[in-house]
């Protein structure tokens, strides 16, 4: 009988210590293995050219499970994995990621089993453990991008402002990559360095749309290549764009405040049959515990759950309004 107690507790405190030394150790050993490896490219002195192993391709870092990083790698999920994790900007691998959501995912079926005994508790909990590192992952894409939209008025003004005092457009792209935090920085730092080591500018710039899927950046990206083909203002026209962009952010505002009140009764919605469900519980446990023993309310809670995703979405869709 304490089999499968004492097992969930290994598990769940082994999940719970290696989250933490992950969270603890790993960035600083990333780090310090950049530093070395940019030691020794700047060196000289760890491959000669010509030798095997002599190479200016891009490698891509290896991670706390090389073995599982290759193979996810080799997968089309793990591309578009990699993907999420470079717009999200979480240093990690998809085989870290993969790692982290097969833990969480087994930890939480055998919790379920064990505290309900029902194997589709666990079947639910443990597809639920597993998908939470990618809801996290784009959680901070979401959040990233966000953030890029804020300061991207900003970056476009830097960018007038160095036109207009004599830089080249290069130029005025590594003083916004040294100026700006992140994300704007960073992402400009990328698209900076790629065109330095050799990438033409065009190349550079649409792969910089693609690490960043907003409209604006895609506005700019065109602009800046149309600019370069035909001629004009620059300057101008970026003062232009950052303006557009401003102007976007304040009727994305106003539509907010006008559609808070739908978003609120989705909320509403979505958590009152919960809320119920739980105060019933409290109030009349016999009467709420047949929808846990009976397989008519197993069907129920399930009919339940979908059909509330369904109506919360169908409300969101109602009250999104594209800017």
Not at 17 to 34: C, E, I, K, N
Not at 50 to 66: F, I, N, S
Not at 139 to 158: I, M
Not at 264 to 269: D, E, H, P, S
Request: with cysteine; proline share 5%; charged share 20%.
């Amino acid at each position: 009988m304490l089999t499968l107690p004492l097992l969930a507790f290994v598990v769940i405190s082994g999940t719970i210590f290696g989250g933490y030394m992950a969270v603890t150790y790993l960035p600083g050993l990333l780090a310090s293995r950049r530093l070395e490896r940019r030691l020794r490219d700047v060196s000289g002195f760890d491959t000669p050219a010509g030798e095997p192993g002599a190479t200016v391709v891009r490698q891509q870092d290896d991670g706390p499970l090389p073995g599982l990083d290759k193979f996810v790698s080799r997968t089309r999920a793990g591309s578009w994995l990699g993907l999420l994790i470079d717009r999200s900007g979480v240093k990690t691998t998809p085989g870290a990621v993969v790692g982290v959501a097969l833990a969480i995912g087994t930890s939480a079926a055998l919790v379920a089993i064990l505290f309900s005994g029902m194997a589709w508790a666990g079947a639910l909990a443990g597809l639920a453990g597993a998908l939470m590192p990618i809801a996290f992952l784009v959680h901070r894409r979401s959040a990233r991008q966000k953030r890029f939209e804020e300061q991207f008025p900003e970056a476009l003004d830097l960018l007038s402002r160095a036109i207009r005092a004599g830089h080249a457009f290069q130029t005025a792209m590594g003083m916004v990559a040294e100026e700006l935090p992140d994300p704007v920085g960073p992402e400009f730092k990328k698209t900076f360095d790629q065109q330095n080591y050799g990438l033409p500018l065009r190349d550079a710039l649409n792969e910089m749309a693609e690490r960043i899927p907003i409209l604006d950046v895609k506005f700019f990206v065109t602009a800046v290549l149309i600019q370069r083909d035909t001629g004009g203002n620059l300057a101008e026209i970026l003062d232009n764009l950052a303006h557009v962009v401003r102007e976007r952010f304040k009727i994305r505002r106003q539509i907010r405040v006008h559609t808070a009140h739908g978003r609120f009764t989705g909320y509403v919605l979505l958590a009152l049959p919960a809320a119920l469900c739980i105060a019933l519980m409290f109030i009349n446990p016999e009467h709420m515990n047949l929808l846990f023993k009976e397989h008519m309310g197993h069907l129920m809670l399930l009919g339940a759950i979908v059909l509330q995703t369904v109506g919360f979405i169908w409300i969101r869709q109602i009250i999104k309004i594209e800017v």
